[in-house]
């Protein structure tokens, strides 16, 4: 799994490498960390590093993704967003199809388009729930709806393909 975590201009890449219950291996901007997460109480976390234990509270805002956190000694907003490729590096595609993959494992929580509909590129997709925060999935292009694999309450593996796209001219 890869998320991309903003704290104003500043922002990593954080992937989980590893999971064995609450042992997770993950790598903040390329280096590697080993935390131990247990869940206190709703939104609040003990994690454990290098035998330090550091507690957080983690506040959804009512803007989806973006979540206050608070330590003992700083507080600070963040937006987690899934990392997913760029739709377009410049390359002209020609009509292809482009498929949607879950980028973590996860739970569909809604389905926000079905096969013949026209997307636009950024548009949402499909709602992924996975490790406690929503994920949009979007469209990496301009195009119809050619499948849904998916169904609301499926739980996936990453890289499933969820939606698949055919390019059409924008």
Do not use: C, W
């Not at 991309?4 to 219950?21: F, S, T, Y």
């Not at 609040?44 to 956190?69: A, C, L, P, R, W």
């Amino acid at each position: 799994m890869k998320v991309i975590a903003k704290n104003g201009k500043h922002q990593e890449e954080i992937k989980v490498i590893k999971r064995e219950g609450p042992i997770l291996q993950v790598a903040i901007g390329g280096r590697e960390y080993s935390l131990d997460i247990e869940k206190v109480e709703h939104g609040v976390y003990s994690v454990i590093h290098n035998g330090n234990s550091h507690n957080m509270e983690i506040i959804k805002s009512e803007q989806k993704d973006f979540y206050t956190v608070n330590t003992q000694y700083q507080s600070f907003n963040i937006e987690i967003a899934p990392a997913t490729p760029l739709a377009n590096s410049g390359k002209k595609r020609g009509n292809k199809n482009e498929k949607v993959r879950a980028p973590i494992p996860g739970k569909v929580l809604s389905i926000k388009v079905a096969p013949g509909d026209p997307v636009k590129e950024n548009q949402n997709l499909v709602v992924l729930s996975a490790m406690k925060m929503e994920n949009e999935l979007k469209s990496p292009i301009n195009g119809i709806v050619t499948n849904v694999n998916v169904k609301e309450d499926d739980v996936v593996k990453e890289g499933k393909i969820l939606v698949e796209v055919k390019e059409i001219d924008s």
